[in-house]
C-alpha cells in the first residue's frame, strides 16, 4: 500500500484555511499515486481549541469544513482526517475527538478517540466523550486499525500506578489489524521524540504490524508541535521519519523499506528549533510581523534576542538598552556588539533622568525609609513602561526575557522584567540557558564571549550579581528541576544529599512566587512540566514545607 503523510501546521478556528491545505496535499498524494492519505489529530479545527468547543458555531463550522473535505478531495485517493464530531449518543459529553476515512467522496469509515487524557496540559475529558467501541476497516485488502494519540500511550505510565482501563491497540490487533495507523497531536518536549519512537517501535515488535505515525507541526500559544511523523516497520525498525518542526509531505511504499530517515537532533539544536517555531508562530498566528526586547547586555537578553532573529529575520526585530547609574559601561558595549553581530537595530534610551523623578515623588511616602529591592524593582518597571509604550506605537509585541529559574524562586520583577507578550526562554533553567548559547556559538560566535564568562547581574544596585540573593545557579537548577519536574519532596531531596535549610529556602522561594507566575505570559514549552496550565498549583495556601 502506498500512504501519504501530511504533516500539516493547521490554525485553531482557521477552518476554510485548513481545508484548502488539506486539499493540496491531497492532491500531490493523488500526483505520487498513493492510496491513502493520512493527516494529524484535529486537523481540521487546529489543536487545542479549549473553550471555543463550548461555542455551537466552531462545531458547525468544523463539520462544514469536514464536509468540503468530503466533496472536493478526488475520489481515486482515500483521505484520514481528524477532527471534532457530536456525540451521536444519548448520554455522555455532547463532543467527541474524532477521525474519517472518507473515500469516493462518502466516509466510509469513523473511530472517535478512547483515551482522553487529563494530566500536563490536556484536559480532553472536559470536552469530549470517549469512544465505546473499537474497530478496523478493510481498505485495499488491509485490516487498518485507528488509534488517535494518546491511544497508543496505554502502557506509558503518566504517574506511579496510573493506568488507563481500556488498551485500544490490543483490542485492534485483536480483531485482525494489519497495519495501525495514529493521526496525533502531539506536543513537544525535550526528548519526546525518542520517546514515541521507543513506544512506537516496542509496539510493533509485539504485535509484528507496521505503524504510521503522522503528527501535527507548529505552535499554538505555549505548545509546540514538532511533527516528526514516522513509519516504523513491523520488526520495530523506523523506516521513514519526517522533518522536525517544518511541514512535510512523503509517500510510504509498506512493501519497500524507505530510505529517508533523519537521525535525531542533539537536545540543545532541538530545543532551538522548538523555540525558533514558536515565536515565529505565536506572531504569525496572533497577526504580528514585529517583536522588540529589552536588551542589558546579559546572557538572557542576549539569547532572546538570537532566536528572535532566527525566527523572524532582523528587520522584525528591535533591541532597547536602558541604562540606569548602576548599568556598566561593559554591558552596554556587549549589547552592542551582540546587535552589529545579528543585524539589529540597537536604541538607547537612558533611564537616568527619568529614576530621580519617581524617588522624588515618593520621598513623603517613603520617609525615614531605606533603600531596599523597592527601589531595585523601580528601575525594572520603569523599562517596563518604556518597552509598552513602544509596543504600542509600533504595533510591535515584546518578548519577555527571563528564564525558569528566576520565574521558580520570584526573582523577576512583576510589570517589570515579567512584561511582555511571550516568554521565550521561560521553560529553560538558568544552566540550560548557558548550555544552548554555548551550542549556538559552536557553529557561529554570535554571542559576545564575555556574556557568556560573566557573573549574571541584574545591575539594579552597586555591584550585584545574582548570587547575592540566589544560591549558585548550578546547585539552584538541580533543586527545582528534581521538585518541579520529578515532584520530589523536600524529605526526598535531603535524601539527595541536598542540604536541609537550602533545601527549605528553595521550596520556600517556588512556593512565595505561585502569585507571580500566574501573572506571567505564555511560556513556550520545551520540558515535561513547563510553568502554566501545565502545572496548576493554588496562590492562596499555607506554605508548607512539601
Keep these: 500500500m502506498r500512504i501519504a503523510l501530511g504533516q500539516i501546521n493547521p490554525l485553531i478556528t482557521g477552518f476554510s484555511k485548513n481545508a484548502e491545505k488539506i486539499l493540496t496535499f491531497i492532491k500531490q498524494a493523488v500526483h505520487e499515486q498513493a492510496d491513502i492519505i493520512v493527516f494529524p489529530e484535529m486537523c481540521v479545527c487546529g489543536y487545542p481549541p479549549m473553550d471555543l468547543l463550548d461555542l455551537d458555531n466552531f462545531v458547525e463550522e468544523c463539520l462544514k469544513a469536514v464536509r468540503f473535505i468530503q466533496h472536493k478531495a478526488p475520489k481515486e485517493i482515500a483521505v484520514l482526517i481528524g477532527y471534532i464530531d457530536q456525540n451521536r449518543a444519548h448520554s455522555g459529553k455532547p463532543l467527541v475527538n474524532t477521525v474519517s476515512l472518507i473515500h469516493n467522496n462518502q466516509i466510509i469509515f469513523s473511530q472517535a478517540k478512547t483515551l482522553l487524557p487529563t494530566y500536563d496540559v490536556f484536559d480532553e475529558a472536559r470536552y469530549f466523550e470517549p469512544a465505546k467501541k473499537r474497530n478496523v476497516i478493510e481498505f485495499n485488502q488491509k485490516k487498518i486499525g485507528i488509534t488517535i494519540c494518546e491511544d497508543i500511550w496505554w502502557e506509558q505510565e503518566k504517574h506511579s500506578g496510573e493506568k488507563y482501563a481500556v488498551d485500544p491497540v490490543i483490542e485492534l490487533l485483536d480483531k485482525g489489524a494489519e497495519i495501525l495507523m495514529v493521526p496525533s497531536a502531539s506536543p513537544f518536549f525535550s526528548g519526546k521524540p525518542e520517546l514515541r519512537f521507543s513506544l512506537i517501535s516496542d509496539i510493533s515488535k509485539k504485535s509484528h504490524i507496521p505503524v504510521i505515525y503522522v503528527n501535527m507541526v507548529g505552535a499554538n500559544d505555549s505548545l509546540i508541535f514538532d511533527g516528526q511523523s514516522m513509519y516504523v516497520a513491523k520488526d520495530g525498525s523506523l523506516s521513514f521519519r519526517a522533518k522536525g518542526f517544518k511541514e512535510d509531505f512523503a509517500v510510504i511504499d509498506t512493501e519497500k523499506k524507505s530510505s529517508r530517515i533523519r537521525p535525531y537532533s542533539d537536545k540543545y539544536a532541538e530545543i532551538e528549533q522548538a523555540l525558533i517555531l514558536g515565536i515565529r508562530d505565536y506572531l504569525r498566528k496572533c497577526g504580528f510581523e514585529h517583536v522588540h526586547l529589552g536588551l542589558s547586555g546579559g546572557i538572557d ?246
Design 301 to 546: 537578553s542576549a539569547l532572546v534576542t538570537v532566536l528572535a532573529v532566527r525566527a523572524l529575520g532582523s528587520k522584525h526585530v528591535k533591541a532597547f538598552a536602558m541604562p540606569s547609574r548602576y548599568s556598566s559601561e561593559a554591558s552596554l558595549i556587549d549589547a552592542q556588539q551582540l546587535c552589529k553581530n545579528v543585524g539589529v537595530d540597537l536604541e538607547v534610551i537612558s533611564i537616568e533622568d527619568i529614576f530621580p523623578h519617581y524617588l522624588k515623588s515618593l520621598d513623603a511616602v517613603f520617609k525615614n525609609k531605606k533603600a531596599d529591592i523597592t527601589e531595585e524593582n523601580l528601575q525594572a518597571r520603569i523599562r517596563s513602561t518604556l518597552l509598552m509604550a513602544y509596543a504600542n506605537k509600533f504595533n510591535s509585541l515584546l518578548l519577555a526575557t527571563g528564564n525558569k529559574s528566576e520565574l521558580a524562586t520570584g526573582y523577576c520583577t512583576l510589570y517589570g522584567d515579567m512584561s511582555g507578550a511571550l516568554a521565550v526562554i521561560g521553560d529553560l533553567f538558568k544552566t540550560e540557558v548557558y548550555e544552548l548559547a554555548r551550542a549556538i556559538n559552536t557553529k557561529q560566535r554570535i554571542i559576545p564571549e564575555s556574556i557568556l564568562s560573566k557573573a549574571p547581574s541584574a545591575e539594579l544596585r552597586p555591584a550585584q550579581t545574582d548570587q547575592d540573593t540566589l544560591p549558585p545557579y548550578d546547585l539552584l537548577d538541580k533543586i527545582l528541576y528534581a521538585y518541579i519536574l520529578q515532584h520530589k519532596t523536600k524529605q526526598q531531596l535531603i535524601e539527595m544529599g541536598f542540604e536541609k535549610d537550602f533545601v527549605k529556602q528553595v521550596l520556600g522561594m517556588v512556593a512565595r512566587a505561585e502569585y507571580k507566575r500566574r501573572q506571567a505570559p505564555p511560556v513556550l514549552k520545551v520540558s515535561p512540566r513547563a510553568f502554566g496550565t501545565g502545572r496548576r498549583i493554588p496562590i492562596a495556601r499555607s506554605i508548607f514545607e512539601a
